[in-house]
């Protein structure tokens, strides 16, 4: 039913097996199958297609070395052009400025206020950083509590503004109350927007401009399906962000959002969220994330066999 | 209006001057539905159906193909009659629902525009803060409590989630409610934990009411991609969802993906979320949907 890539390419294997090269008869009919698996692993139709051409350009012709099957030889074109998509090494944030200003930007529900908190722990715990988290999301119900609670769990102060519905003025506010107590990160929190609301991506574009961020994140939930690329083109339109975070991949899903993402607007993934705790926060894994598209795990163990 | 039909212009310029429905045409349209979400086995069973179909009624035109296309996709969205044939039961008192769903999909604010809706038919509506792991969840619903005028039954933070189910349903006999809702912290469907928990606020519900929860809706968000499948399998087993509400159906995202669930689990849709407001839920509409597939 929902097969994975390596049950497909064990089937395309036995297609190529007994060749001694890799010809466009031969790889079209794996090729097909590799797409269909990219699209099983939610990574974008056009995206999908554009992997799977250059994936093709690189195997046509290649003689297949007696140590290696055409197969094998395959897969390991596929993961060398995936690993080469997803950024050849894990990117750093970047904190300039005293207070340095973070600003998390996303849709409704990815993940923004627990990362907030995660962040700034990881920060402390980890940087030596005197981080604190400011709470301008002033829409959603009980939002300002929520990172209350979090900040108290990890020991780092929230401000807001109880009752104020201006989150330019509060972020502002929060960067000037930082700098008298001598906090030298500060993480804004924002309400979830979806990239159609002209009036809310509006409100975002005057936060980025007034707070002056030397780090956005783009907030993306990994189990994100085709629309992964519009939100982000849109986002990236408004916010030119510096980096990406992909949220609860603690799941079991695939997470071709990632390439998608990485593809469409080419900035790094720099966070991976893994679960609800406070210290569930990962700095990103180009290859690993290649290898979960791909369903390498099992792929790599299929060519072992083989 | 420029962009509108933008897949329908591409569908009749691909079948101008044409007899039948060629490569080209099918092209174009496993195209709309793979960007759409519907997810490859789904759209290669539609695109068989009408290939049966186009051979067997002799395809004219792009209306007739349009129509077809959208029968066709309307057909796997299930079938299976609401139980129920009121959105609340006049005999079944107190009804009871629990929402269950991954982590952010829009439980709680659904149970808030649920308790709304159901409130202007009439109903008196009882809702329990069953999350009692995710920071402030509980204040979150209180808070549409509040906005709306339905009574919040809750313990502490971190108390056992069975244990306030437990007490939403007695106390909505208690005050002889007519709903009761019960909102439940979101959870990924591999945490094997997690979803005994659920089961366990199932069985802890029915030492209440034997027959509830009537309703137990999956909450599935429509920009989630082709893991809502394992979602819906996941949670079905420990909870036997009855429906399905997609929300953020507002945003660019089509939720493609339900049509596939909703076909192989046999599971129908009931209610789509449209923003973030109270008057934002609808009663789903097939028909409406599979149109804004090709509309947008
Ligand atoms: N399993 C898991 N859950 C996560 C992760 N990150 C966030 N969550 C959960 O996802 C849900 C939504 O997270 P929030 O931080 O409230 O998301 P948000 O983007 O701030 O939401 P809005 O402010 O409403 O737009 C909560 O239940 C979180 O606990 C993660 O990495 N793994
Ligand atoms: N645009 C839009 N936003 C929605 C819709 N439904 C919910 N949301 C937003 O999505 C975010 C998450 O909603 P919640 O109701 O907190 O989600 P949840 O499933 O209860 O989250 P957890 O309890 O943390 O798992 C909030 O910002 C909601 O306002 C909808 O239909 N459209
Ligand atoms: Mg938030
Ligand atoms: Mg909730």
Redesign the interface.
């Known amino acids: 039913m929902f097969e994975n890539l390596s049950d497909k390419i064990d089937k395309a294997l036995h297609i190529l097996k007994g060749h001694g090269k890799i010809t466009e008869v031969n790889v079209a009919d794996t090729l097909k199958e590799v797409r269909r698996a990219l699209l099983d692993a939610d990574v974008n139709f056009k995206i999908a297609k554009e992997f799977t051409n250059s994936v093709k350009e690189k195997a046509l012709g290649q003689k297949v070395l007696t140590s290696l099957q055409p197969g094998q030889l395959l897969v390991k074109i596929m993961r060398d052009e995936m690993a080469a998509l997803m950024g050849s090494k894990a990117a750093d944030i970047s904190l300039q400025g005293n207070p340095a200003v973070v600003l998390i930007a996303g849709l409704q529900g990815s993940g923004k206020t627990t990362f907030s908190a995660k962040l700034a722990n990881f920060l402390k715990r980890k940087k030596g950083r005197n981080p604190m988290l400011v709470a301008a999301d002033v829409y959603r119900p009980a939002a300002i509590d929520q990172l209350k609670v979090l900040g108290e769990q990890i020991q780092v102060p929230v401000f807001a503004i109880e009752g104020n519905k201006n989150p330019v003025e509060i972020a502002q506010k929060g960067i000037e109350h930082a700098k008298t107590l001598g906090h030298n990160v500060v993480i804004v929190d924002t309400a979830g927007r979806l990239s159609v609301d002209q009036e809310m991506m509006d409100e975002i574009a005057r936060i980025h401009r007034a707070v002056k961020p030397s780090e956005t994140l783009f907030v993306v939930d990994a189990m994100t399906g085709q629309d992964a690329v519009n939100t982000a083109k849109a986002f990236n339109e408004v916010l030119d962000f510096d980096g990406v975070v992909l949220t609860k991949l603690d799941g079991d899903t695939r997470g071709g959002a990632a390439l998608t993402i990485k593809a469409t607007v080419n900035k790094p993934i720099k966070f991976v969220g893994t679960g609800e705790k406070m210290d569930a926060i990962d700095i990103f894994h180009p290859d690993r994330m290649a290898d979960r598209i791909l369903g390498m795990g099992d792929v790599v163990s299929l060519v072992e066999r083989a | 209006e420029k962009t509108r039909n933008s897949f329908l212009h591409r569908l009749g310029k691909a079948i101008a001057g044409r007899s039948t429905v060629d490569d080209e045409v099918l092209d174009e349209l496993e195209?709309v539905l793979?960007?759409?979400?519907v997810?490859?086995?789904t759209t290669l069973k539609i695109i068989d159906r009408i290939k049966l179909r186009v051979a067997k009624d002799k395809y004219l035109g792009t209306n007739e193909l349009n129509t077809i296309l959208k029968e066709e996709i309307a057909a796997l969205l299930s079938e299976k009659k609401d139980q129920f044939d009121q959105e609340i039961p006049l005999d079944v008192k107190p009804f009871v629902v629990l929402v269950v769903g991954?982590?952010?999909?829009?439980k709680t604010t659904t149970i808030?525009k649920l308790a709304a809706r159901y409130k202007k038919l009439g109903k008196n509506v009882v809702l329990g803060a069953g999350d009692t792991?995710?920071?402030?969840?509980i204040?979150?619903l209180?808070?549409?409590g509040e906005?709306i005028g339905v009574p919040v039954i809750k313990q502490q933070m971190g108390s056992d989630p069975a244990s306030v189910a437990y007490d939403t349903v007695q106390a909505a006999l208690n005050r002889n409610a007519d709903v009761a809702i019960i909102d439940t912290a979101g959870r990924?469907?591999?945490?094997i934990h997690l979803m005994n928990e659920l089961s366990k606020i199932r069985k802890v519900i029915q030492k209440v009411i034997p027959e509830a929860p009537h309703e137990v809706f999956l909450v599935i968000?429509?920009?989630?991609?082709?893991?809502?499948?394992?979602q819906a399998r996941q949670f079905s087993q420990a909870t036997q969802v009855t429906s399905l509400v997609v929300t953020?159906l507002?945003?660019?995202?089509?939720g493609?993906?339900v049509i596939g669930v909703s076909d192989?689990l046999n599971i129908p849709v009931k209610y789509i979320g449209v923003g973030?407001g109270t008057e934002h839920l609808q009663p789903f509409d097939k028909h409406a949907f599979v149109e804004s597939f090709f509309g947008r």
């Open positions: 195209e793979l960007t759409s979400d997810g490859v086995e991954v982590n952010g999909v829009g808030g792991f995710r920071a402030a969840a204040d979150q209180v808070s549409w906005r990924l469907h591999n945490k968000d429509a920009s989630t991609g082709q893991n809502a499948f394992e953020k507002d945003g660019t995202a089509k493609g993906v192989q973030e």
